[in-house]
């Protein structure tokens, strides 16, 4: 029996013109009415992922950060895998000696480490005007007042292989080209999920989850039934239980339908 359901943000609950379908607000106010918890898991941090198009709809949980930071709906935090100082110096280093684009995510926004003005644009691409950048490229010391747990690097110089070997705990997974979530190795969507299901109390058995790029993997085929939007990557697609219509077409509200779980 479904007791969780779980969906991803970007490409997932929102469409291609970052919006969220009429039906699919519809879906979440359904879900609550009927005693599901819901939760969202994203490659955004905590202070991303509650969006002005979701204000109305309480979730219970928020996977962020791939995982390495689980937060309830008061924003407390649950669990948290941190980055050392030391590697948040070595590796801004070498971004900076090669040229590529570095930000740390904190509780309380993303810091640009290296090269601002290029991680800025990426952001208003992916995310839109609601995000959070602050510019630390000429003091890069917010680390030392509170503990980072993900990064973004924009790799414009093929770096990534070099770093990955350089860096063996720490995961370099894609979003688009040359653009890299980065985060210890062994956390995941999945892993957050599972702290999730370990407080109230359920297995991985009772949840659903909706996603559609790289980094939804696991917890799509981890979870009991795995969802992958019609605008999936092929990996996400290949593993999932029932591949569903796509973010711009009411995807989330079919499949709920399908199940009977709306």
């Known amino acids: 029996m479904i007791k969780l359901i779980v969906f991803d943000i970007d490409g997932t609950i929102l469409n291609s013109k970052k919006q969220v379908l009429e039906n699919t607000r519809k879906a979440f106010q359904s ?5 599901y918890k819901i939760a969202i898991a994203s490659g955004r941090p905590p202070i991303a992922t ?4 979701l204000n109305d709809i309480e979730f219970d949980y928020y996977i962020c950060s791939n995982g390495t930071i689980v937060v309830d709906n008061n924003d407390k935090v ?17 971004c900076e000696k090669d040229q590529n ?18 991680m800025d644009r990426m952001l208003l691409n992916t995310v839109g005007k609601e995000r959070v950048l602050i510019d630390d490229t000429k003091n890069r010391k917010r680390h030392l007042i509170d503990s980072s747990w993900a990064a973004i690097l924009i790799d414009k110089n093929n770096s ?3 770093y990955k070997s350089k860096y063996k705990e720490i995961d370099f997974i894609p979003f688009r080209d040359n653009e890299y979530d980065v985060f210890h190795t062994g956390y995941s969507k999945a892993s957050g999920i599972k702290i999730i299901c370990d407080i109230i109390g359920i297995k991985m058995d009772n ?18 039934i795995g969802i992958a939007m019609s605008n999936a990557v092929d990996k996400v697609k290949n593993i999932a239980d029932y591949i569903t219509d796509s973010n711009d077409n009411d995807g989330v509200y079919k499949c709920l339908e399908k199940y009977k779980i709306i």
């Open 50 to 53: 509650k969006i002005k198009q």
């Open 207 to 224: 949840v659903m989850s909706f996603g559609d790029h790289y980094n939804d993997y696991e917890m799509i085929r981890d979870s009991g």
């Open 101 to 118: 684009s570095l930000l740390f995510s904190f509780i309380d926004g993303n810091y640009s480490y290296v090269n601002y003005d290029i």
């Open 160 to 162: 990534a292989t070099k």
């Open 31 to 35: 879900l609550k009415d009927k005693g």
């Open 78 to 94: 649950i669990f948290k895998s941190v980055f050392d100082n030391d590697f948040i110096e070595e590796f801004t280093n070498d």
